[in-house]
């Protein structure tokens, strides 16, 4: 009877067993739900700019890839990254890199939300027994978010969510725009760049047009200061090279209509891509609607192809190319006009500035709507100016009397006491494979600078260095920017509205010259300005270690 009742017993938990095995195996096991994601908040009132790494630990490494230098010294990951600013080592994996990250940005102050491995373990290494060492204590709660004051009055300050852990410099900083960074950011569609960023028509036309004003009055200040300073010292006597308030005006009305366009504007959008060939950073600009500074400064610009800069020389320095309507060269010259007027002043007869403002107007009207600006090094020191010409004859005389007014004596003293010109000679001459033209060569103790022009096909060409004739032997290239796939691409991405575009190989004349290229340019695409910047990993790292970065 006994053993018969052990039977029953096997059988029936054996039974079981077998039951829960399949029952296990249809069912899987049971997941318990996350909690339900806390619902999005407004944009704080002091927003400015609002960013998404779509993959961090990825583009991070891209980037070090990339870049190279110290930058490979850095942490690996992004977790990696946030703990070595808040001092806490551990932290680095509980920071999930393959998730998107997200910052926000207010007005001097940020937020970074990274998503959290664990949130327990997280906290565990903060403020639990594994901690190193007693860096923060827990604060506050704001909602579902718990706030870790740093032991150290400037240590950084933590946020910790079910999913997310936050860091900002303050509390005010992680109260004011944690919330939006990890509620509102994870729930806007996501892009497909690498890195997307944002700024609001309050930021632009608030924070950092204030800002931007505020650094160019403390600029403007301090010239102004400096002249008089200057003055002082030399008994009241003004410079002898030109007036600086004049300049600084000149300049005052360039800032304002820039900044004034700023203010108006009612986006700006920025993406950042990192890949094996380039470093790409475009910023869209959307003015407000209606009637503007913004859409006016929109309106002015006046675009069309790269074709004559990818054809130019792809050995310069730099080369700075743009493109102007006919209203936009008359404007400028008056401008210009008007300010030589200001700062020259009495040191050069008031005939004579006459006779140059109306060789500037002359120009404008002669010239044609593109013109660039370009600087070599090497044994071919020099800049080159190039000028389109619908008809090269009728801009050709105008250049001529502009440099015979050079050789007057009121404008000749004014270069001789401001700059040091001895003498100014003009000759004919017949450049190497280009054809005829005319060459000035000015003399200074120390230097024989020489300076020629002509006329080429729909263009006039003016060269000035050491040499002009070497100089102006690179019109005919045996290298163009074009010939360069890296620059093409560039170039062409640039859309076929560009303003103005600049194209530099600053490591070329190097002990060890390289190719790298950067290209940066402005167009117009569907109402709205885009900037557009493509680099090279290592023109980034000689830019950081030029900073001298601690």
Same mark, same amino acid.
């Given at each position: 009877?006994?053993?018969?009742?052990?039977?029953?017993?096997?059988?029936?938990?054996?039974?079981?067993?077998?039951?829960?095995?399949?029952?296990?195996?249809?069912?899987?096991?049971?997941?318990?739900?996350?909690?339900?994601?806390?619902?999005?908040?407004?944009?704080?009132?002091?927003?400015?700019?609002?960013?998404?790494?779509?993959?961090?630990?990825?583009?991070?490494?891209?980037?070090?890839?990339?870049?190279?230098?110290?930058?490979?010294?850095?942490?690996?990951?992004?977790?990696?990254?946030?703990?070595?600013?808040?001092?806490?080592?551990?932290?680095?994996?509980?920071?999930?890199?393959?998730?998107? /990250? =997200?910052?926000? !940005?207010?007005?001097?102050?940020?937020?970074? @939300? #990274?998503?959290? *491995? +664990? %949130?327990?373990? &997280?906290?565990?290494?903060?403020?639990?027994?594994?901690?190193?060492?007693?860096?923060?204590?827990?604060?506050?709660?704001?909602?579902?978010?718990?706030?870790?004051?740093?032991?150290?009055?400037?240590?950084?300050?933590?946020?910790?969510?079910?999913?997310?852990?936050?860091?900002?410099?303050?509390?005010?900083?992680?109260?004011?725009?944690?919330?939006? /960074? =990890?509620?509102? !950011?994870?729930?806007?569609?996501?892009?497909? @760049? #690498?890195?997307? *960023? +944002? %700024?609001?028509? &309050?930021?632009?036309?608030?924070?950092?047009?204030?800002?931007?004003?505020?650094?160019?009055?403390?600029?403007?200040?301090?010239?102004?200061?400096?002249?008089?300073?200057?003055?002082?010292?030399?008994?009241?006597?003004?410079?002898?090279?030109?007036?600086?308030?004049?300049?600084?005006?000149?300049?005052?009305?360039?800032?304002?209509?820039?900044?004034? /366009?700023?203010?108006?504007?009612?986006?700006?959008?920025?993406?950042?891509?990192?890949?094996? *060939?380039?470093?790409?950073?475009?910023?869209?600009?959307?003015?407000?609607?209606?009637?503007?500074?913004?859409?006016?400064?929109?309106?002015?610009?006046?675009?069309?192809?790269?074709?004559?800069?990818?054809?130019?020389?792809?050995?310069?320095?730099?080369?700075?190319?743009?493109?102007?309507?006919?209203?936009?060269?008359?404007?400028?010259?008056?401008?210009?006009?008007?300010?030589?007027?200001?700062?020259?002043?009495?040191?050069?007869?008031?005939?004579?500035?006459?006779?140059? *403002?109306?060789?500037?107007?002359?120009?404008?009207?002669?010239?044609?709507?593109?013109?660039?600006?370009?600087?070599?090094?090497?044994?071919?020191?020099?800049?080159?100016?190039?000028?389109?010409?619908?008809?090269?004859?009728?801009?050709?005389?105008?250049?001529?009397?502009?440099?015979?007014?050079?050789?007057?004596?009121?404008?000749?003293?004014?270069?001789?006491?401001?700059?040091?010109?001895?003498?100014?000679?003009?000759?004919?001459?017949?450049?190497?494979?280009?054809?005829?033209?005319?060459?000035?060569?000015?003399?200074?103790?120390?230097?024989?600078?020489?300076?020629?022009?002509?006329?080429?096909?729909?263009?006039?060409?003016?060269?000035?260095?050491?040499?002009?004739?070497?100089?102006?032997?690179?019109?005919?290239?045996?290298?163009?920017?074009?010939?360069?796939?890296?620059?093409?691409?560039?170039?062409?991405?640039?859309?076929?509205?560009?303003?103005?575009?600049?194209?530099?190989?600053?490591?070329?004349?190097?002990?060890?010259?390289?190719?790298?290229?950067?290209?940066?340019?402005?167009?117009?695409?569907?109402?709205?300005?885009?900037?557009?910047?493509?680099?090279?990993?290592?023109?980034?790292?000689?830019?950081?270690?030029?900073?001298?970065?601690?």
């Amino acid at each position: 009877m006994k053993n018969r009742q052990l039977w029953v017993v096997a059988v029936v938990f054996a039974a079981a067993l077998v039951a829960w095995y399949l029952l296990g195996r249809k069912r899987g096991p049971v997941d318990v739900p996350p909690p339900p994601p806390e619902p999005p908040v407004e944009a704080p009132k002091n927003l400015v700019a609002e960013a998404v790494v779509a993959t961090p630990d990825a583009i991070w490494h891209k980037a070090q890839t990339a870049v190279g230098g110290f930058l490979v010294l850095a942490p690996p990951t992004l977790g990696g990254v946030l703990a070595a600013y808040v001092g806490e080592p551990e932290l680095a994996a509980s920071v999930d890199g393959s998730l998107p /990250a =997200y910052a926000a !940005l207010g007005e001097g102050d940020w937020v970074i @939300a #990274a998503h959290v *491995a +664990s %949130a327990s373990r &997280a906290r565990e290494l903060l403020l639990g027994a594994e901690a190193s060492a007693p860096r923060f204590a827990p604060e506050a709660k704001a909602g579902a978010l718990e706030i870790l004051r740093p032991e150290s009055p400037s240590g950084a300050w933590i946020g910790l969510s079910r999913a997310f852990i936050l860091v900002a410099p303050d509390r005010r900083s992680l109260e004011e725009l944690g919330p939006y /960074a =990890y509620r509102t !950011l994870p729930t806007k569609p996501p892009s497909s @760049a #690498a890195i997307s *960023a +944002s %700024a609001t028509q &309050a930021g632009l036309g608030g924070w950092l047009h204030a800002s931007l004003e505020q650094r160019w009055g403390s600029l403007r200040k301090y010239l102004l200061d400096k002249d008089d300073e200057d003055r002082k010292a030399h008994g009241g006597r003004a410079p002898d090279f030109a007036d600086p308030k004049g300049l600084v005006a000149a300049l005052q009305t360039v800032v304002d209509r820039h900044l004034g /366009a700023l203010g108006a504007m009612q986006s700006a959008e920025a993406i950042l891509d990192i890949d094996d *060939a380039a470093i790409t950073l475009r910023v869209d600009l959307t003015p407000l609607e209606g009637d503007n500074a913004a859409a006016h400064w929109l309106d002015a610009f006046h675009g069309g192809s790269t074709a004559p800069l990818a054809a130019q020389d792809a050995d310069a320095l730099f080369t700075l190319f743009w493109r102007t309507s006919a209203p936009e060269r008359a404007a400028t010259a008056k401008d210009a006009s008007g300010t030589l007027g200001e700062t020259l002043g009495d040191r050069v007869p008031a005939s004579q500035r006459d006779d140059l *403002a109306a060789l500037l107007l002359g120009a404008a009207e002669q010239r044609g709507d593109w013109a660039s600006v370009s600087f070599r090094g090497g044994a071919a020191t020099g800049v080159i100016v190039r000028l389109a010409a619908p008809d090269p004859k009728k801009l050709l005389p105008v250049v001529d009397k502009t440099f015979d007014l050079a050789r007057k004596p009121g404008l000749g003293g004014w270069l001789h006491d401001a700059l040091g010109v001895k003498s100014l000679t003009i000759d004919p001459h017949d450049f190497p494979s280009l054809g005829p033209g005319r060459r000035a060569h000015a003399a200074r103790e120390g230097l024989q600078l020489d300076v020629g022009w002509l006329a080429r096909g729909d263009e006039v060409d003016i060269g000035g260095g050491l040499d002009c004739d070497a100089l102006l032997a690179s019109l005919a290239p045996a290298r163009r920017y074009g010939d360069d796939p890296v620059v093409a691409s560039a170039l062409n991405a640039l859309g076929p509205e560009v303003a103005w575009a600049l194209v530099g190989r600053p490591l070329s004349q190097g002990a060890s010259p390289r190719s790298d290229a950067e290209v940066l340019g402005l167009a117009k695409d569907q109402g709205k300005a885009r900037l557009t910047f493509r680099t090279t990993g290592l023109l980034v790292r000689q830019l950081l270690a030029s900073l001298d970065l601690p």
